[in-house]
């Protein structure tokens, strides 16, 4: 006589299957979303960063405008690629530099809030405004 696995017992072991490859599932595409808003939390601290060193560096005297371009045309960014959903629009006046950063694709506003917690959530995507002041 042949030992074999019923019916119940295959069908049981396939509903464990199942029932892991949700919640596994379920881990990842969490993780997928939380690594996203990281990344677009990342890109928006390096392009702010490079925006203060361009101020801070070149001091410029008369400039009263510069956008994302600008940053990487003088090498400040790298990777003009990864920054195509990004955008920069910075205004002088007497006392400082205005600078708003704006990232126009998908990203979960939550959880970019709890990562960089200056960003704020609009219908068109994330805008990240800050002020350098001119020194000098």
């Known amino acids: 006589m042949f030992k074999a696995f019923t019916l119940i017992e295959l069908l049981t072991v396939l509903a464990v299957i199942a029932i892991l490859l949700t919640i596994v599932t379920s881990f990842a595409v969490n993780a997928v979303h939380q690594a996203r808003a990281t990344r677009v939390a990342m890109n928006l601290r390096n392009i702010r960063a490079a925006a203060e060193s361009y101020v801070s560096v070149e001091k410029p005297p008369t400039q009263t405008s510069f956008d994302l371009n600008f940053l990487v045309s003088k090498s400040y960014l790298t990777n003009a690629q990864e920054l195509a959903h990004y955008t920069l629009f910075a205004t002088r006046n007497d006392e400082a530099y ?26 068109t995507g994330v805008t990240y405004s800050f002020v350098v002041p001119i020194w000098w």
């Open 98 to 123: 205005h600078i708003t950063i704006t990232y126009n694709s998908i990203v979960d506003p939550v959880r970019l809030q709890s990562v960089l917690p200056g960003a704020t959530v609009t219908q």
